[in-house]
């Protein structure tokens, strides 16, 4: 059972339609193989000591910079070591938004990630389609180019789910033929590669990819699948396929779209999705074929609570058997909603700068990812259209752990969630887990040989604010350090003089 100061947060978050209401929570208590949620909120982003801990000390001021790495490996000192170990723990815990830019860029594209909702036909930015229809001879109209070219962000600092459909319908010209198709296809695995993603579940619509040059459907199928093959034969990532019906078109294409879901199972599609504007084409009439999908043993990922009614995500679970959900933020405006999410263990796609962007969420201070992660929902971070919003995974980790406060133990919850939520079974999922964990170990262990002494201990301050530990406590832990690191420094002073000694 959620608390009342859960609430109260959710309350804060203001929703952006009128008329959501969060009555009180009179749902079932989690059962106890579930993680438990409702942390107190996180500290303020500012979590840097009032006071430089090296000020005052006898420890000369350039001691403080140097890389941790280098002082781990070069000092004998057991009980340095210790607090050193001791202050790694605490830094794993803290907010990252008190790191450096450039540092926190370079970690989360260290990261090893998992990409699971992202469409093929929003990857591709618009310079590359511009000189790929070139290439390719297709005729783009100026107002067509025009659209393309558009800042993802009006001037107005706002852009509406409106505005990116057209944007998204405008792309859809360069699908000329199945050669087409496969040639984006791998390029837009290629940057994903690039960017460190070890699995990406691309979705794409048949449908929208097939009606500007009147393709066959199955061809678009064939198309995506030839460039997964020839992608993954180059690129060090693994790859499986959501084929996704439109809700602007007639259920007969629905049921089109499911077909081929099924046939191409064996061919890497693990799933069926559904798309575009819940707000207009509410999802009830395709749950049939949302309802085969499960008999044929494919995967089911609608979109649902991105800006629609929040009681969408509950509909989407009930009706459409969802097993995870596209976006899904709205869902904290729905109690009931909610605790679905939470007993039935429903990952979240959440798609934090096309929530923005679109104005899904009012702002990055009113997302409510920071929410759902403390109440103990299984969130995960994606791009969505990575190349219409102008990002990459590893900007949209680094966005999520500035806005949101995110610690390197949490990024590491968040990407073993969507390892957890890939449609992937057996071996091949083990073998995604191995990959990420390790590589997510080796990524925390460059970042913090990387950081200065000054930088581990402000982050290992943040860390144990966080966890409540007492300011007193802090404070006792900083000057024992202080004390160890000032008589490995007066060591390391005399350890030099006597080498100058003998070597005169």
Aim: aromatic fraction near 6%; glycine fraction near 6%; hydrophobic fraction near 40%.
């Amino acid at each position: 059972m959620l608390e009342p100061e859960f609430w109260s947060r959710v309350m804060g978050l203001k929703a952006v339609t009128s008329g959501i209401v969060v009555a009180n929570d009179s749902t079932k208590p989690r059962s106890k193989t579930e993680k438990t949620g409702s942390k107190p909120p996180p500290p303020a982003a500012n979590t840097l000591p009032d006071v430089d801990v090296f000020q005052s000390r006898s420890v000369p001021n350039i001691f403080a910079q140097v890389p941790v790495g280098d002082l781990y490996r070069k000092t004998n000192d057991a009980a340095l070591l210790r607090f050193l170990d001791e202050a790694i723990a605490y830094a794993h815990l803290a907010p990252l938004s008190s790191l450096d830019d450039a540092k926190l860029a370079i970690y989360t594209k260290s990261l090893p990630k998992v990409e699971l909702h992202q469409h093929l036909d929003g990857s591709i930015d618009p310079e590359t389609l511009i000189e790929f229809a070139r290439q390719r001879g297709i005729d783009l109209p100026a107002d067509t180019i025009e659209t393309l070219s558009r800042p993802a962000q009006k001037a107005n600092g706002r852009s509406t789910l409106k505005d990116f459909f057209e944007r998204f319908r405008s792309a859809q010209v360069v699908w000329k033929d199945r050669d087409a198709i496969k040639t984006l296809t791998v390029h837009v695995i290629e940057k994903a590669a690039h960017d460190n993603v070890k699995h990406l579940e691309l979705q794409f619509s048949p449908v929208g990819m097939a009606e500007c040059h009147g393709l066959d459907l199955e061809d678009v199928v064939k198309g995506v699948i030839d460039g997964v093959a020839a992608a993954t034969e180059q690129f060090a990532i693994g790859v499986r396929l959501i084929v996704t019906i439109s809700r602007r078109r007639s259920v007969a294409l629905g049921w089109e779209v499911e077909k081929l879901a099924a046939k191409y199972k064996d061919r890497g599609v693990v799933a069926l999705g559904l798309a575009s504007d819940e707000k207009a084409y509410p999802a009830d009439e395709f749950a049939p074929m949302f309802q085969a999908a499960e008999k044929d043993g494919l995967g089911r990922a609608p979109h649902s609570g991105e800006d629609g009614p929040a009681t969408n995500v509950a509909t989407a679970i009930k009706k459409l058997k969802a097993n995870r959900i596209g976006h899904g933020i709205r869902v904290i405006f729905d109690p009931e909603g909610l605790e679905l999410v939470r007993t039935e263990d429903i990952p979240l796609e959440i798609c934090p700068s096309s929530n923005i962007l679109t104005g899904a969420a009012e702002s990055w201070a009113k997302h409510p990812f920071r929410v759902l992660l403390d109440a103990g929902v299984r969130v995960t971070i994606n791009t969505d259209d990575p190349g219409l919003f102008g990002v990459t995974l590893s900007d949209e980790m680094a966005l999520a752990a500035k806005h949101f406060d995110l610690s390197c133990k949490e990024l590491r919850t968040i990407i073993s969630n969507s390892v957890d939520a890939a449609f992937l079974e057996g071996r091949d999922k083990q073998k995604l887990r191995l990959q990420v964990l390790t590589g997510i170990s080796e990524a925390n262990r460059a970042l913090v040989d990387n950081l200065t002494l000054r930088e581990l201990l402000l982050l290992a301050i943040g860390g144990m604010r966080r966890e409540g530990m007492p300011v007193d406590q802090q404070r006792k832990f900083v000057d024992d350090f202080m004390r160890h690191l000032e008589a490995a420094a007066e060591e390391n002073a005399a350890a030099k003089e006597d080498a100058a000694t003998l070597l005169a």
